[in-house]
């Protein structure tokens, strides 16, 4: 019997027990495997995108012009998908807009930043085809239960731009700024950040300074949080803290974290943003003040918070 990939193994269990209606015990016994490991299996299909589930229920659609909401907001480009219910499937869908815009912003030559967040990495899965380009890494490790990692992710992405491509060999955030300066005077890393320097396009993601809204939140100790939330921090993007007037946040943590700064995305001629829920629309407005963003990929729930804050003289 000829050996098949691990992928192709998800994807066969994924539609014996999705489409053709196998029980997990018959697909075990099919397998040579546990029940248990099937179960565990189609987890893992549904994190890797493999397997994608989909729900609709009528009359539910939002219609959001995403045209006008770009010119309220002073933006180049809104991309808005519908809000579901489902977490991994609300990021999935968000996370191939994503990829659709990369695949046709990026050009030849260019050199292309990307950061890390469980929906970028979902993203990064998505895109099929890039001209040949340079991929940089933009934010360092920050692992979490059902999500890859930035190494993964910029390799991948490297493998399909067919170019170099510059890693951070390190975590996000260490235990001290002597740690993290340490760390960037390693030469791999230190030339990732002069790329930075230099980006053309980069993607990034939007988190709230608040539980629950920001891997890096949930992540460093309550001091941090809580200097971070005195000091006016409403968003967080690649482990940068930013202020409600677009205004980076300095902080201990900040010389803790190893990733692309707020002043090197301002230099940066695109910046693709993905935001999820109407919850983050005061630290999507921030980045917008900030001046780091011009296309914004979010759910139709953040889309309507954010247009109804314009309506009410919000200031963008």
Known sequence: MTEISHEELLARIGQAYYLDNHSKVEIATEHGISRFQVARFLDEARAAGIVHIEIRRPGRGVE???????????????????????????????????????????????TVGISWSRTLDLAARHVVQLPK?????????LPVPGGGNPLELVQRLGRVGDGRTWPIWAPLVVD????????????????????ADSLDL?????????????????????????EGSRKGAV????????AVDGTPVVTELDARVLSVT????????????V????????????????????????????????????SQGVPA
Do not use: Y
């Not at 380009?133 to 490790?141: E, W």
């Not at 968003?235 to 930013?242: Q, T, V």
């Not at 935001?275 to 309507?304: F, K, M, N, Y």
């Open 275 to 310: 935001a999820q829920g109407a919850e983050r629309a005061e630290a999507v407005r921030a980045c917008l003040a900030a001046g780091i963003v011009q296309t914004l990929v979010v759910d139709e729930s953040l889309a309507l918070a954010l247009q109804a804050a314009s």
């Open 133 to 141: 380009c340079n991929i940089v890494q933009l934010a360092g490790a």
């Open 235 to 242: 968003a967080e993007c690649s482990g940068r803290l930013i």
């Open 176 to 195: 001290s700024a002597a740690t993290a300066s340490g760390l960037l005077r390693q030469p791999e890393i230190a030339e990732a950040r002069r790329k």
């Open 64 to 110: 959001i012009d995403a045209d006008a909401l770009a010119a309220i907001l002073g933006l180049q480009r809104v991309v808005v998908v519908k809000t579901v219910e489902d977490d991994f499937q609300q990021r999935d869908l968000q996370a191939l807009a994503v990829a659709e815009e990369l695949m046709h912003e990026t050009r030849t030559g260019m």
């Open 262 to 273: 707020v002043e090197q995305l301002k230099r940066t001629p695109k910046v693709i943003a």
């Open 202 to 226: 980069a993607v990034v993601a939007i988190g709230a300074w608040a539980p629950n809204l920001s891997t890096v939140w949930d992540r460093v100790d309550n001091e941090a949080r809580q």
